[in-house]
T-cell receptor
Framework: AQTVTQSQPEMSVQEAETVTLSCTYD???????LFWYKQPPSRQMILVIR??????QNATENRFSVNFQKAAKSFSLKISDSQLGDTAMYFC????????????FGSGTQLTVLP | NAGVMQNPRHLVRRRGQEARLRCSPM?????VYWYRQLPEEGLKFMVY????????ESGMPKERFSAEFPKEGPSILRIQQVVRGDSAAYFC?????????????FGPGTRLTVL
């Protein structure tokens, strides 16, 4: 069974600064997908970024980028130029590439952007 | 293109009553997933459905919970004889047909409170 670990329950960052959220996972699969979702106070789950394990290049979406280290089974999220609207709970999630399409989520990191 | 729709957004039930949660996937999506989020926790997979088929229900409690995705109409998550421990946010997600594994897009969730 896959597990996803987020070891930082809470983090804070000053507006316009950069912050990195950590995520590690455990799997015996070779092909899989990794995601970061954010959950703002509205509680809506919003996709932030996605990474395919077979791709060596780290995914980037505007101010959001990942550092994917497959051998270390690490998948961290970097948020540059943090904005107040980035305040949310951030969840790392894993999905294998087989028929079991369920997402396995970490416990989340509550990020607060300070003005 | 409308996103994933869930209703009701908030549902209050007394112990022993039935709860019915509805989910309409995004247009063009034929895969539906249900997740449960207990207070202060991450999302946990419950069930994965395609039209008229349950593909994976490994996360569903063995009793009182059932799910369906009929040929016409929304997917329904049904909880019979609710107990206080069923109080949680229930999220539905959908994904399209193409690809082996596709990104899951989430609805706004239904917050179930059992009195």
């Amino acid at each position: 069974a896959q597990t996803v670990t987020q070891s930082q329950p809470e983090m804070s960052v000053q507006e316009a600064e950069t912050v990195t959220l950590s995520c590690t996972y455990d799997t015996s699969e070779n092909n899989y997908y990794l995601f970061w979702y954010k959950q703002p106070p509205s509680r809506q789950m919003i996709l932030v970024i996605r990474q395919e394990a077979y791709k060596q290049q780290n995914a980037t979406e505007n101010r959001f980028s990942v550092n994917f280290q497959k051998a270390a089974k690490s998948f961290s999220l970097k948020i540059s130029d943090s904005q107040l609207g980035d305040t949310a709970m951030y969840f790392c999630a894993f999905c294998d590439s087989g028929s079991a399409r369920q997402l396995t989520f970490g416990s989340g990191t509550q990020l607060t952007v300070l003005p | 293109n409308a996103g994933v729709m869930q209703n009701p957004r908030h549902l209050v039930r007394r112990r022993g009553q039935e709860a019915r949660l509805r989910c309409s996937p995004m247009k063009g999506h034929s895969h539906v997933y249900w997740y449960r989020q207990l207070p202060e926790e991450g999302l946990k997979f419950m069930v994965y459905l395609q039209k008229e088929n349950i593909i994976d229900e490994s996360g569903m409690p063995k009793e009182r919970f059932s799910a369906e995705f009929p040929k016409e109409g929304p997917s329904i998550l049904r909880i019979q004889q609710v107990v206080r421990g069923d109080s949680a946010a229930y999220f539905c997600a959908s994904s399209p047909v193409t690809g082996v594994t596709d990104t899951q897009y989430f609805g706004p969730g239904t917050r179930l409170t059992v009195l």
